[in-house]
């Protein structure tokens, strides 16, 4: 079908090039008419003229409206096709053809000869009939060549048009006995060639590009590749030869190389119309990498001496390609080319420019290798010393690439076709159109921006409950749950779905939710987006980007700082939405305190907040506090459970109850609302899992910003630090304006892994995530976030045989602790078991008292975590396989509560190490942020802890 298609397709367009140029002006209105234009000289150069004169602007794109000359489309075997009057021809309107279809039916020489371009982008449009060659749109992918062919353009133009549309004929059997070779300057030169010669469009998105190589060799060099390689030529050198050009890829990846090209072409454009007037052509290329291509640099350097023409760098491949080689190379000539090439195979220009090729880094160095053996082998001795005079300067490299690319595209067209094929199953361009029903509907983005405790999340939250349904999208569980608990108490029916979790409240129309648990295929007609800021984080990102694009809700109400305002503009500026912007001012004010507590802990004082950035840390300040002062300390950080962390707050709000100070790592940064009167920073650095870094000012300000809470009972909030060193590093955090974020997370949906995993068969999942990260196209506006995490569950992962693909993906979603190796070992075995298709049990038990020391209490932890990652996992995946949902979930609270107990049993035995002395050493040592020392490994499974006959222990 796809080949019949082909042939009738061929054979139209020919007619219309035959009765169009050659025959007389009548012809041109015989055959199909695909617009409805006049089809007279004069409707052609209406029609054709404004586009395809680069110099002309059209008017608009589309032909005048008239149904008169309509005409059915006749293909070859008499067949009628009929197209409405003044219809374009686009690819996605063809019906008989489907889109990525009608590439194949135009083949790469012939695609060439008549300059069709096709693009998969609603800007490329196919003319046929009157306007042969015509495209459309925001890319001109014209190429002067079809000036000349419709009659418009220079005499040379005009020849050079007559010469491919000859040329287009003779391949038809009409064979003719001259022709011209016509370079990119438009200058003719009659070749002798009694047989076929070839003309080609090498650049059919410039303006000019028609180079017509008489050479015999390059002739059979082309017919030898068969019609395959020629079409993932075509397709993989999207600018070369003006098939394919989408924007997306014009901007990612084509820019730099067009533009130099493009900038070329303008100077050689110059230069003709200089010669033409008599003027000269030395004005500078605005700093443009193109500058060098220019033609009058050329004999600035030096003038070839072999009678070849240098000053087109992209006539040199055909100039090497027709050659034999030349004498041994001269004195120093090898090593200065070797070290050119050197320059070249190192260049980050000249790789960037190989990857708009489809050539990828890894394969790029291969591929510069082999064109420095071809140039050495086929260069004649004039084009080295040419090449050599230029030095192993950028300017070389930029009269190398084109003969680069051309090499390329001859040699490695499989390469370059896989690598293309992986790309196109990589795109994750304009992930806005992932969600169609989304973009269906005009929604109202409302940005409440403001600092921390300014009410922005609680005015959301406001117009949420009015809604007739809604939904609250949390970066927390712990805040999912709050938020799930207020609404629910204001009499507004609300469940509460999470990773571990499942709360249906009977007719209820609302709904409190994680992020990633957010539902995109429903309407709502509030959603509330909470620290929208978060769409920048590395890790996380994509959660928000997917919330923020696909959620279908009337109002879209996303609470954060400042700094991802100008982001959400940008994507609202992408999406249509309409973008409502509120400004909040903290409720009560938020003062630096002048002094530090000089790293006393005597200087602690009720309603403080001491926040350190490890474990370790918080458990020796709490010691150290409580052996200094009469306060009791509470503690809060990330690893523990939700509930324990909003006992030890509520503990904590309480007032009279002893417990008035509270030891925090950055987790209370977001949700749990605490009455602080003073953030007091133990350190400002945090290790980041490489080296300890300082803590961003945004995240100060955030974890700053939680002192003086509305409703407590003091009157404004203050911060200080611990040691004095750190103050004014405080100081300038809290004055430092938020740093717009520019990009936000995109993760791929596991189809889009799939599809390329499709070109992949061979790797492992891990593997293809590298190579996705590596593939994957993306607007500035995205970037990938990283999956480090994932790779080290997929590796692990990897000895487990039988799990499909798709389970793959979704284990390593699970929330494991990838740094604990028993809760790794866990996930381990319960995707072992999973794969067997033999139900999961937990495979653990829980103790019957609280911890008594640290590492209890960080195996209560651990178990906590692996609960939660089972809960997870019989979430994500068919109940069945996991049928210890609700043991786990009773054991995960029963966990719960020993912890918050055993936080507050804990006392001052528990700690080992010393802090430094609390009379103002300074900083703490380097070593001050190491972690616990653990107990053996095994110590952590099923009955080798402290598990006596009362524990709950759930066996296999
Ligand atoms: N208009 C109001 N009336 C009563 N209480 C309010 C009002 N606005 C905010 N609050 C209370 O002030 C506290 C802080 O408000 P909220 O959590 O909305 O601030 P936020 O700006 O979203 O802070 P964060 O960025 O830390 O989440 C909450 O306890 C909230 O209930």
Sequence with gaps: MGRQQFEVLKGLVRRSLRRRFCSSPRSATEGFVVDGAKPSQSSASLNCGSALNPRSQPASPFPPSSSAHSRPLQDGLGKEFSFPPNSFLLPENLPPFRQEGLEQFFPIQFRRRIGVALGSGPSSVLLLGNNVGKIFGSIPTVSRGFAGLAGEGSEAEKKVGESVAADGLREEGQGGDEGLTASVSGRETPVKKPRRRKAQVLESDGEVGIVADGSRKSTRNSDRLSEDKKEGIAAASPKIFGAEITPNEQELRMTSFTSVVEEHLKDLDKEKTAKVTGRSTGESTNGNPGASFKAGSVSAVNAPVDGA????????????????????????????????????????????????????????????????????????????????????????????????????????????????????????????????????????????????????????????????????????????????????????????????????????????????????????????????????????????????????????????????????????????????????????PLKVSEESLRGDFRNIQAGDCIVAFSRRDIFDIKREVELATKHRCCVVYGALPPETRTQQAKLFNEQDNGYDVLVASDAIGMGLNLNIRRVVFFSLDKFDGDSKKPVPPAQVKQIAGRAGRRGSIYPEGVTTTFFSQDLAYLGSSLLQDFEPSTAAGLFPVYEQVELFASQLPNENFAKLLERFSETCKLDGAYFLCRYDNLKRVANMLEKVKGLSLEDRFNFCFAPVNVRDPQSMGALYRYATAFSQKIPVHVEMGVPSSSARDEFELLDLEARHQVLSMYLWLSQHFPGDLFPQKEEAGEMASQIAVLLGQSLVQSSRRWSKRKLPSTHNRGRPPPNMGTTFSRKSSNSWNVGTRNVGPAENVVRV
Aim: charge should be positive; glycine fraction near 6%.
């Design 309 to 588: 023409d240098y000053t087109d760098p992209t006539q040199v491949y055909r100039i090497l390609q027709g050659s034999k080689g030349g004498r041994a190379f001269q004195g120093q000539e090898r090593v200065k080319l070797n070290s050119l090439f050197y320059r070249f195979s190192v260049s980050g220009w000249v790789s960037d420019q190989a990857l708009s090729l489809y050539i990828n880094s890894k394969f790029f160095h291969t591929a510069a290798s082999k064109f420095r053996k071809f140039f050495m082998h086929r260069s004649s001795p004039e084009l080295r010393s040419y090449v050599v005079a230029k030095g192993a300067t950028n300017d070389a490299l930029q009269f190398l690439f084109p003969s680069f690319a051309e090499f390329c595209i001859q040699e490695f067209s499989d390469e370059i076709r896989r690598y293309r094929e992986l790309v196109s199953t990589a795109d994750m361009t304009k992930p806005d159109a992932w969600y169609p029903f989304a973009r269906a509907m005009k929604r109202k983005v409302v940005y409440h921006k403001g600092p921390t405790n300014s009410g922005k999340t609680y005015k959301a939250l406001k117009r949420l409950m009015e809604a007739q349904s809604g939904i609250y999208c949390s970066p927390l569980r712990l805040l999912a749950m709050e938020v799930f608990d207020t609404v629910n108490m204001q009499g507004v029916y609300c469940n509460l779905h999470t990773g571990q979790e499942k709360k249906d409240v009977p007719f209820a129309n609302h709904l409190a939710c994680t992020i990633e648990m957010c539902y995109l295929n429903k309407q709502w007609e509030v959603a509330v987006i909470d620290e929208i800021q978060m769409m920048s984080d590395e890790y996380r990102g994509w959660a928000w980007t997917r919330a923020f694009l696909g959620l279908q809700a009337d109002e879209i109400h996303v609470c954060g700082d400042p700094s991802a305002l100008p982001l959400i503009r940008n994507l609202c500026a992408g999406t249509g939405d309409e973008l409502v912007e509120n400004e909040y001012e903290r409720f009560k």
